[in-house]
Every structure is written in C-alpha cells, then in structure tokens.
C-alpha cells in the first residue's frame, strides 16, 4: 500500500491527491496536522520520514519520497496511463515551467512557515502578512496568465485536451488565492482551466474540504 501523509490545506498535498486520483492509483492518506501541538511536522516522527519537517511525504515499498513534484514524476513515471505531461518536448518545457511557476515561486512565498516566521521572529502584524499574501500570489498568477495566452493551447486544460501537470499545479494554488482574497477577473484563461478540471471526479475528489482532516 502507498502512504500519503499530509495535510488537507496544503497545496503540495493538494497536488499529490490529484495526480494519484488521475492515474487511479490507490493510496493510504495519513494526515500531519501542521498546526496541532505546535505542529506535528515538527515532531521527531516526522522529521525523521522528511528532515524538511514539510508535508507531503510519500511511503511506498519501503522507500520514503519527498516533494509533491517529485513524487508525482515518479507516479508518472511507474503509472504511466494517463500520461501527466504533453508529448511534444517544448510543450513538456512549457509545462513543467508553469508547474514550477507555482511550485517554486508562488507557493514558497505563502507557505506556513514562512508566515509563522514573518509574525513570530520579525513580529509582522496579520495584516501585512495578508497583504504579503496577495502581492505574491497576485503577481505570480498574472505571470502564469501569460504564459498559458503566450503557449495559446487549445483545449479546456492547461496544455492541450487533457489535464496534466500543469493542472495539478494551478488548481491547489487557486483555491489559496480564494483563502487570501486574490481578485481573479483578470485571468480568465486561469478561471476557465479551473472549472474545467473541478468539474472531474479526480480534482472534486481531491478538494480540502472533502478530506478526513479537513477543518
């Protein structure tokens, strides 16, 4: 059985859940309650599945796998039906490229840890840290707006007529712009890709809100 541990708002997590919905591949989900005791993240048992005290982590076969992006390629890589990326190599680029967009440039700049150090270690009141939160998650979102009218892809989806890695990425990091109050009327490619796929039993399935966790 694979074990997924993680945490029903994180957006890594988020990723992971859908990838594993797409390909069909059954998985065992733990929750890590980031925010309980401190974090349990933070706690020995953990640290010792992910030095990095980030959530998700994936257990499989006795090997421990870290980082939602890595773990999908690997999903991807042993589930290969459906395929996660386009075919096409500069379109397989372009994708991975918006994917990272979101993984390694908006969503570090909101994570929890972050925040918790900007409000506890630089005693940063709540309201800066949202408005930390919209710049950041604002800005990025309009980049990747042109990016995706730039790739002028047809289809309902990111990168073609099927989701893929790039949907993965952009739905979790949507519904983290819905949480910080990020005004989306400017990104219709963005809005649309998302109705798209929420509209799937593998993205529905996925949400925070229908999580065993969920709060």
Known sequence: MITLRGYFRSSAAYRCRIAFNLKGVPYELVPVHLRRDGGEQKKPAYRALNPQALVPALQIDGAILTQSLAIIEWLDETHPDPPLLP?????????????QAIACDIHPLQNLRVLDYLKTELGQPQAVLDAWCRHWIGEGLSACE???ARAGQPGSFAF???????DICLVPQLFSADRFGIDLTAMPR???VRA????????????PS??????
Do not use: K, Y
Request: with cysteine; proline share 7%; hydrophobic share 50%.
């Open 160 to 166: 073609g007529d099927r989701p893929g890695l790039a």
């Open 190 to 192: 963005l809005t649309a």
């Open 210 to 215: 229908r999580q065993p966790d969920s709060e």
């Open 87 to 99: 075919v096409d190599r500069n379109e397989r680029a372009r994708a991975r490229a918006f994917a």
């Open 146 to 148: 042109a990016l995706l």
């Open 196 to 207: 798209a796929c929420e509209a799937l039993p593998a993205f529905a399935a996925a949400h």
